[in-house]
């Protein structure tokens, strides 16, 4: 019997949630994008100043079954550098949690978990957050599986963001993909979406030296489809970092503040 409701239970948390938009949505705590109703933790500076900047961020795939907090630091670390007007969201990707127990609604699959449908999803709900904060200014930051979302964001959607910090990052999903178990992949990858990026968006790429997940070989051809296609781009292999510890990089802080206030 044990094993039996062990194993009823794994079913239930890897089910699907039917997409419902949030009863509601205070878009500080919740955003619905579409149909589905995602976690968000919202930091922001104590003067309630007019929003200039928004930073959205989006973890990655958290495959070890944790909650998917991992970009709640990064959040807070930016608005503690940052000017007064500056607001930072972490979302939380559709079928994860947080660390209440709280899901955003959608596919609990976190292995193939940015197809088209999801990616624009998210990409609604940034589009509520910044009319939400009448932001001027939206800045997509995104690690791993993030990256890879925010990086299609930028093609998919062009125009939503005017730049993007992408890290840790799955740019190339067919090169990523090569050698690796799990059959065929319906995941949407950033490196098709480069000539559909308007020519202003300014993007920074970062990889750990030592990443052994999202190799270097991945962001490198992904910035040099960048630049071929004119867009204003810069590539940086921090050394002593890899795949996971690259997110506690003060570097990580330094770039997104600068992309802002460019």
Same mark, same amino acid.
């Given at each position: 019997?044990?094993?039996?409701?062990?194993?009823?239970?794994?079913?239930?948390?890897?089910?699907?949630?039917?997409?419902?938009?949030?009863?509601?949505?205070?878009?500080?705590?919740?955003?619905?994008?579409?149909?589905?109703?995602?976690?968000?933790?919202?930091?922001?500076?104590?003067?309630?100043?007019?929003?200039?900047?928004?930073?959205?961020?989006?973890?990655?795939?958290?495959?070890?079954?944790?909650?998917?907090?991992?970009?709640?630091?990064?959040?807070?670390?930016?608005?503690?550098?940052?000017?007064?007007?500056?607001?930072?969201?972490?979302?939380?990707?559709?079928?994860?949690?947080?660390?209440?127990?709280?899901?955003?609604?959608?596919?609990?699959?976190?292995?193939?978990?940015?197809?088209?449908?999801?990616?624009?999803?998210?990409?609604?709900?940034? #589009?509520? $957050?910044?009319?939400?904060?009448?932001?001027? /200014?939206?800045?997509?930051? %995104?690690? !791993? &599986? +993030?990256?890879?979302?925010?990086?299609?964001?930028?093609?998919?959607?062009?125009?939503?963001?005017?730049? #993007?910090? $992408?890290?840790?990052?799955?740019?190339?999903? /067919?090169?990523?993909?090569? %050698?690796? !178990? &799990? +059959?065929?992949?319906?995941?949407?990858?950033?490196?098709?979406?480069?000539?559909?990026?308007?020519?202003?968006?300014?993007?920074?790429?970062?990889?750990?030296?030592?990443?052994?997940?999202?190799?270097?070989?991945?962001?490198?051809?992904?910035?040099?489809?960048?630049?071929?296609?004119?867009?204003?781009?810069?590539?940086?292999?921090?050394?002593?970092?890899?795949?996971?510890?690259?997110?506690?990089?003060?570097?990580?802080?330094?770039?997104?503040?600068?992309?802002?206030?460019?």
């Amino acid at each position: 019997m044990g094993k039996f409701c062990a194993l009823l239970f794994f079913m239930l948390l890897a089910a699907p949630v039917l997409a419902a938009p949030c009863e509601a949505p205070d878009l500080l705590t919740r955003v619905s994008g579409r149909g589905e109703c995602l976690i968000i933790k919202t930091v922001e500076h104590k003067d309630k100043a007019e929003t200039k900047l928004l930073y959205v961020l989006l973890h990655g795939n958290h495959s070890d079954g944790s909650a998917a907090i991992s970009m709640y630091k990064v959040a807070q670390g930016l608005i503690d550098k940052a000017p007064s007007g500056t607001v930072a969201v972490a979302v939380v990707r559709p079928g994860y949690n947080d660390d209440e127990g709280n899901f955003s609604t959608g596919d609990r699959n976190r292995v193939d978990n940015w197809r088209g449908a999801v990616i624009d999803d998210i990409a609604d709900a940034i #589009a509520r $957050l910044k009319e939400f904060h009448k932001a001027r /200014r939206l800045v997509l930051i %995104g690690h !791993s &599986g +993030g990256s890879a979302v925010a990086g299609v964001i930028l093609g998919r959607h062009p125009g939503l963001a005017d730049a #993007a910090l $992408l890290f840790g990052c799955v740019c190339d999903i /067919r090169q990523w993909r090569v %050698g690796r !178990s &799990g +059959g065929l992949w319906t995941s949407e990858s950033p490196s098709d979406y480069v000539k559909r990026i308007p020519p202003k968006t300014k993007i920074t790429v970062l990889v750990g030296v030592g990443d052994t997940v999202t190799m270097p070989s991945l962001s490198e051809g992904y910035v040099a489809a960048l630049a071929d296609h004119g867009l204003p781009v810069e590539y940086k292999a921090i050394e002593g970092r890899d795949h996971y510890s690259i997110i506690r990089s003060e570097q990580i802080i330094e770039t997104a503040l600068r992309l802002g206030a460019e």
